[in-house]
């Protein structure tokens, strides 16, 4: 693994880069890992259908369960880093579960995350406003 990711995955963002796809991370130039960096940020992909039943299987791993705590979905190894969903390595055929493990996983997730930030202060009351004639509703930064 490299930077904690699946070496499939590490040699696929290597070409995409079009680097060596044998090359380390510690050898890797600072300009390389901020590419890297940036286009996971900010990669973005085009739907283009539904294939077959089973077809939508196309990978296995992620995070490993025994590396979260599952009653706040937080990583066990990096403080206030929060998993849920496909980024998980919940693996099998789960006939449709797999959406009700995303959904919940994300509910605890975020549960967790607002607990944490409510109880460290990050979030003051006189931060929280609602857009005028909207719904929405929005966090601020002060």
């Known amino acids: 693994m490299e930077f904690g990711l699946v070496k499939r995955f590490w040699r696929f963002l290597l070409e995409q880069e079009s680097l060596n796809g044998d090359m380390h991370w510690a050898s890797m130039p600072n300009n390389h890992l901020n590419a890297i960096a940036v286009r996971l ?58 959406f009700q493990n995303a959904w919940t996983g994300g509910y605890i997730a975020g549960t967790s995350i607002t607990t944490l930030a409510l109880t460290s202060n990050l979030l003051e009351p006189q931060s929280f406003f609602q857009l005028e004639g909207s719904q929405k509703k929005m966090w601020i930064e002060r």
């Open 41 to 98: 940020k900010q990669w973005m992909f085009e739907v283009v259908g539904k294939g077959q039943f089973k077809d939508e299987f196309v990978t296995a791993g992620g995070v490993p369960i025994s590396e979260i705590s599952l009653g706040t979905m937080e990583s066990k190894k990096q403080p206030n880093l929060f998993f849920a969903g496909e980024v998980l390595n919940v693996d099998g055929v789960t006939g449709g579960f797999n």
